[in-house]
């Protein structure tokens, strides 16, 4: 597993797109993983035959560790290097030895091949995906395997079905919500016959197993026992010693029901937001400041633009012009465009604004920004938020994307909510909550009449802005979007 930076340590594997016996060559990609920023692809910096798959989908994996192992020897093909009977595409091998070395590999190549093995491209040819990838110049270092364990002994069976054991021995299969169970019951999933598909623990197992009566150490067990077992106290608290001293054991719900609860692991993007969020909540003291303002121009020019012909074929919506008035506000006043330095007690000024757009996709919330969003014509604005905003969906969004912020705009009004207050992408001072766009009596020019009104709301760290800077960059921000002609006096 290659090193994916910026202080993360592991990544879980989502998808092998290669099994044992497969023929892979330099920059081919193998696998997806998920780190805490994003899902990418990992190409294999070898020429051979996948020798052996060392973690299933869905395992995290720390950086350092071998995911994947490539015969590398140069007669190896594919005809010579499976067998007529091999096993199906999705088995993971544990204790077949290769015919020749293999050479041990992680995604970012975590061993040097063979002498005889041809020689891997260079890693400048490579086009890296993540941080740290290339070939390691130490010596290839694999743990020593522990002996393969199997339901009921080397031959055990559960239920008629072979036992499969766990891979490379070193870890019974079985999802978290079984662990867990396998935890509150006491039950060492070592000894667990699996009943499961590909030798996977079942909570009907683990049940299995929490009632199971212990055997016997010998013919005198019993006696013994029956010698050593203390002696109940007798009166009104013997029942609460009897329950005590031998608890009942936990009755498996008939036809292994569903729970009435599901526990859902925490890991990758919701981790890392988790994370984030309470560091940023309980470091940076939060103020959050509100205005509701009459965008009625801005909608009426936001179909001004769609029938322009430069700007016809981009997205065109009122978040690209929220999104242009943030950045002019910074700019007019820079100091809010900053984060706070805890060690060395610095305020950071920064020059470059890297508007974040907080961008909810299936593996959860993430925040990529558009570098030097300042520098960009609104057709350059529209188009990079476009970009943005598709690769987030798509899952594409790199760790590269999300780096670098500088201030963030979040636009909860897509789901129907006024506004909210927004929590600090953490090394930020300011974020911007957008709420829902809607028809509202309000007075103009002197008459209530039906206007088109939202609400903004502007989060920013009180260390380093304090209550006049941000006032002033939120009643920029809604003067803009009342009077849109100021962007041209402002110079936008």
């Not at 910074?330 to 706070?340: F, G, K, L, Q, V």
Request: proline fraction near 11%; charged fraction near 20%.
């Amino acid at each position: 597993m290659p090193d994916v930076g910026e202080g993360l340590t592991e990544a879980e594997i989502l998808t092998w797109y290669v099994a044992p016996g497969d023929t892979v060559h330099d920059g081919m990609v193998v696998c997806e993983v998920e780190t805490a920023k994003a899902a990418v692809e990992l190409p294999i910096p070898y020429d051979g035959v996948v020798h052996e798959l060392r973690h299933p989908e869905g395992t995290s994996v720390d950086v350092g560790q071998v995911i994947i192992s490539v015969d590398t020897t140069p007669t190896t093909t594919p005809a010579t290097s499976a067998p007529a009977t091999a096993a199906p595409a999705s088995a993971v091998p544990t204790t077949a030895a290769p015919a020749a070395p293999a050479a041990l590999a992680g995604a970012a190549a975590l061993a040097v091949p063979p002498q005889t093995s041809p020689e891997p491209a260079s890693a400048a040819t490579r086009q890296p995906v993540l941080v740290g990838y290339g070939v390691s110049d130490g010596p290839s270092r694999r743990r020593p395997r522990k002996p393969a364990l199997t339901a009921g002994g080397a031959t055990g069976q559960a239920n008629g079905k072979p036992a499969v054991p766990a891979l490379n021995g070193s870890r019974p299969l079985a999802k978290p919500p079984v662990r867990k169970l396998a935890r509150d019951l006491g039950v060492a999933l070592d000894g667990v016959p699996p009943t499961g598909p590909d030798g996977i623990i079942t909570r009907a197992d683990v049940h299995a197993a929490a009632t199971r009566p212990e055997p016997p150490a010998g013919p005198g067990a019993d006696v013994h026992a029956a010698a050593t077992r203390p002696e109940p106290p007798a009166g009104p608290r013997a029942d609460v010693h009897a329950a005590a001293t031998h608890p009942r054991p936990a009755e498996p719900p008939a036809g292994d029901p569903a729970p009435p609860v599901t526990r859902i692991p925490v890991k990758g993007v919701r981790r890392a937001t988790a994370q984030a969020m309470v560091a940023s909540a309980f470091s940076a003291p939060h103020v959050t400041e509100f205005v509701t303002v009459d965008v009625t121009r801005t909608v009426k020019l936001v179909e001004v633009l769609r029938r322009d012909e430069e700007m016809r074929d981009l997205r065109v919506n009122p978040l690209l012009l929220i999104a242009r008035a943030l950045v002019v506000a910074i700019r007019r006043h820079p100091e809010i465009n900053a984060s706070w330095d805890e060690v060395n007690q610095e305020i950071v000024l920064k020059h470059d604004i890297n508007l974040g757009i907080a961008a909810a996709t299936p593996r959860g919330l993430i925040v990529p920004n558009i570098k030097d969003a300042h520098t960009k014509s609104l057709p350059e604005l529209a188009r990079a938020l476009a970009e943005l905003v598709t690769t987030a969906r798509e899952g594409k969004t790199s760790p590269a994307d999300m780096r670098d912020g500088t201030v963030t705009l979040t636009n909860v009004g897509v789901f129907g909510v006024d506004t909210g207050t927004p929590i600090l992408n953490p090394g930020e001072s300011a974020i911007l909550a957008v709420g829902a766009i809607n028809l509202r009596p309000w007075v103009h020019k002197g008459k209530v009449r039906p206007r088109h009104v939202m609400t903004l709301a502007l989060s920013f760290d009180h260390r380093l802005v304090d209550g006049e800077l941000g006032s002033k960059v939120l009643a920029d921000v809604a003067r803009l979007l009342e009077h849109p002609k100021r962007f041209l006096v402002w110079g936008a």
